[in-house]
């Protein structure tokens, strides 16, 4: 039987992505660039949804629970003139937490912890920040939400956690996904064993 195609869409830019600091489970909300980007996504899945004869209002919707990805999706939705607060949260899809780090410029992170930071640097999978996470924390929990997945899903989340998905879908390695920038404004398609990425 095929999995389901998820369509996923990482929140808009804040002000902490434009100086470089490390947002984890904080709450920050998107900057006017991000809200452009949200509804500028909203535009790309419509396009698929009509490229794939997909029916924008019965699909299921689902978001991490951060302020941030919230804040999208309702952006989205309204773009796609569909309720903007109808859609389900999922606590599993919340970002990576970056503990004592989250705030933080890397470079303040590295003066912080040069230690931890610099086996985090050789192995980021699996070394974390204290009172974090490791992207393998986020790999089991994000594999549990895929894998009750039973139809196709539009999901907005986040960077750590689309990385977690990828690797535990077998579509990247741990150190090639822990070097990806995922963009955002865009529309990532899991589907049929493939990504594919659209913007």
């Given at each position: ?14 002000e ?39 029916d ?10 951060l ?81 009750q ?11 750590g956690?689309c990385r ?8 990247e ?11 955002q ?11 594919e990425?659209?913007?």
């Amino acid at each position: 039987m095929p999995r389901p195609t998820i369509y996923y869409l990482r929140h808009g830019e804040t002000e902490w992505n434009a100086l470089g600091r490390l947002q984890g489970t904080r709450d920050i909300p998107l900057n006017a660039r991000g809200r452009s980007q949200a509804v500028h996504a909203a535009e790309v899945l419509a396009d698929l949804f009509a490229r794939d004869g997909k029916d924008k209002a019965a699909l299921p919707y689902v978001s991490s629970p951060l302020g941030r990805a919230r804040q999208t999706m309702e952006l989205a939705r309204g773009r796609l003139e569909l309720p903007p607060a109808d859609y389900a949260l999922d606590d599993r899809l919340r970002e990576i937490g970056y503990g004592t780090w989250e705030g933080l410029t890397l470079a303040e992170s590295e003066a912080k912890d040069p230690d931890i930071y610099a086996r985090r640097l050789a192995d980021k999978w699996t070394v974390g920040p204290a009172g974090g996470e490791t992207y393998a924390d986020v790999q089991a929990r994000v594999r549990a939400w895929y894998d009750q997945l039973r139809t196709d899903t539009v999901a907005v989340a986040h960077g750590g956690t689309c990385r977690a998905l990828m690797v535990s879908l077998g579509l990247e390695t741990p150190a090639s996904a822990a070097e990806l920038y995922i963009e955002q404004g865009a529309v990532y398609v899991f589907g049929d064993g493939r990504l594919e990425k659209f913007s």
